[in-house]
């Protein structure tokens, strides 16, 4: 079965604390995995998509990375303003596969 | 700029009380898809159109409809909305093949009093 899992749920950072997040997936002929950030009420905003094992994105103080297994966001020197929810999603059999998201909180 | 809308940002509903919601795009993409995402839940895909095909999900209720009468706009239609569909329903569209990335409008919160 297509899965997607995501950690930690919920991560807390001081304004400069460096750090990464997880997304582990299975699934049967990936064709692309996609990263989205989500503010409290309203829609996903596109990040990055991924399509091969070791390839790497970058944007302002995010960088995602992927292997065969899994993909990580690193943030890096991270601000207030980048505090929302992160998701991560597959692209597999014709869909997105989401996971649950990790809730990022950066205090200044 | 180039976009996906919903109309309305916000929408309160009766139980019981059909409701439409409406999606528009500007960005001349073929697929439109319908998710329902409730609070701390990843969205859930309800149904998708590939130009005027549409692709129903298997677990959608027969509550769920939708309809798209051109490239840029397409409905949700809920014909009686229960306390368990209150959620957040999102627009999203991708170009013409299935891996390319899907772009999210702001979505609808629909609230069933």
């Known amino acids: 079965e297509d899965q997607v899992t995501q950690s930690p749920e919920a991560l807390r950072l001081q304004e400069g604390e460096s750090s990464s997040l997880n997304c582990s997936y299975t699934?049967?002929?990936?064709?692309?995995l996609f990263w989205y950030r989500q503010d409290p009420g309203k829609g996903p905003e596109f990040l990055f998509t991924?399509?091969?094992a070791g390839e790497e994105k970058e944007k302002e103080r995010l960088k995602a990375t992927l292997t065969k297994k899994e993909s990580f966001l690193h943030i890096t020197a991270p601000k207030p303003e980048d505090s929302a929810t992160y998701l991560c999603?597959?692209?597999?059999?014709?869909?997105?596969?989401f996971g649950q998201g990790t809730e990022l909180s950066v205090k200044p | 700029d180039a976009m996906v809308i919903q109309n309305p940002r916000y929408q309160v509903t009766q139980f019981g009380k059909p409701v439409t919601l409406s999606c528009s795009q500007t960005?001349?993409?073929?697929?439109m898809y319908w998710y329902q995402q409730k609070s701390s839940q990843a969205p859930k895909l309800l149904f998708h159109?590939?130009?005027?095909?549409?692709?129903n999900e298997a677990d959608t209720p027969d509550n769920f409809q939708s309809r798209r009468p051109n490239t840029s706009f397409c409905f949700l239609d809920i014909r009686s909305p229960g306390l368990g569909d209150a959620a957040m329903y999102l627009c999203?569209?991708?170009?013409?093949?299935?891996?390319?990335?899907?772009?999210f409008g702001p979505g609808t919160r629909l609230t069933v009093l």
């Open positions: 999203a569209t991708s170009g013409g093949t299935y891996t390319d990335t899907q772009y």
């Open positions: 699934v049967s002929g990936l064709r692309g």
């Open positions: 991924l399509y091969s």
């Open positions: 999603a597959v692209q597999a059999g014709g869909k997105l596969i």
């Open positions: 960005l001349n993409h073929n697929v």
């Open positions: 159109y590939y130009d005027k095909d549409f692709n």
